[in-house]
T-cell receptor, first 114, second 115 residues
Framework: DAGVIQSPRHEVTEMGQEVTLRCKPI?????LFWYRQTMMRGLELLIY????????DSGMPEDRFSAKMPNASFSTLKIQPSEPRDSAVYFC????????????FGEGSRLTVL | GENVEQHPSTLSVQEGDSAVIKCTYS??????FPWYKQELGKRPQLIID?????GEKKDQRIAVTLNKTAKHFSLHITETQPEDSAVYFC??????????????FGSGTQLTVLP
């Protein structure tokens, strides 16, 4: 398996624009997580899904953020409108249903909002 | 919810010396404690984990200890090498069979191994 695949790897946009980040989890994994990483706040969980159903979105900063998982192999995180304080690295991670708790992270999407 | 605190935030050691990173957690229901290593510009990757039914686990130069009573767990790296330089994150979660709560991460420790 190619691992968790995220796109784009880098995104530079202007304040007010819509940003869509994409994630393809490892095939067969039932859990998908979206994390945001900044120097100030570290790794923050934004939302996670189990079997495509959102389980906990309490980490989503505000209504500007939304996430979907229309099927087992694809998820999106959307920011509309984007603001400079949204600049961060966004990681998607997945894990399987088995006893191992290991999270497999994608390479991340580095977002810069000017 | 779970709260994980990690210390120190930065740690510099001489090559060959040992490094210790400590974490505390708040939720007594947590039973799974992984450690992730993140090299500069890369993704976090699991290096070792421990379950609450075990007090210590070792894998070559890396060991993790857990004190459930005090809600402390620590990462020990012996004979450090320059390639150990990275940010290390502790985390805590509840894990049972195929079910899990989300991982809560500590704030990270930047380890620098000086040659």
């Amino acid at each position: 398996d190619a691992g968790v695949i995220q796109s784009p790897r880098h995104e530079v946009t202007e304040m007010g624009q819509e940003v869509t980040l994409r994630c393809k989890p490892i095939s067969g994994h039932d859990y998908l997580f979206w994390y945001r990483q900044t120097m100030m706040r570290g790794l923050e969980l934004l939302i996670y899904f189990n079997n495509n159903v959102p389980i906990d979105d309490s980490g989503m900063p505000e209504d500007r953020f939304s996430a979907k998982m229309p099927n087992a192999s694809f998820s999106t995180l959307k920011i509309q409108p984007s603001e400079p304080r949204d600049s961060a690295v966004y990681f998607c991670a997945s894990r399987g249903q088995g006893a191992s708790g290991e999270l497999f992270f994608g390479e991340g999407s580095r977002l810069t909002v000017l | 919810g779970e709260n994980v605190e990690q210390h120190p935030s930065t740690l510099s050691v001489q090559e060959g010396d040992s490094a210790v990173i400590k974490c505390t957690y708040s939720d007594s229901a947590s039973n799974y404690f992984p450690w992730y290593k993140q090299e500069l510009g890369k993704r976090p990757q699991l290096i070792i984990d421990i379950r609450s039914n075990v007090g210590e686990k070792k894998d070559q130069r890396i060991a993790v200890t857990l004190n459930k009573t005090a809600k402390h767990f620590s990462l020990h790296i012996t004979e450090t090498q320059p390639e150990d330089s990275a940010v290390y994150f502790c985390a805590a979660s509840w894990l049972y069979g195929g079910s899990a709560r989300q991982l809560t991460f500590g704030s990270g420790t930047q380890l620098t191994v000086l040659p």
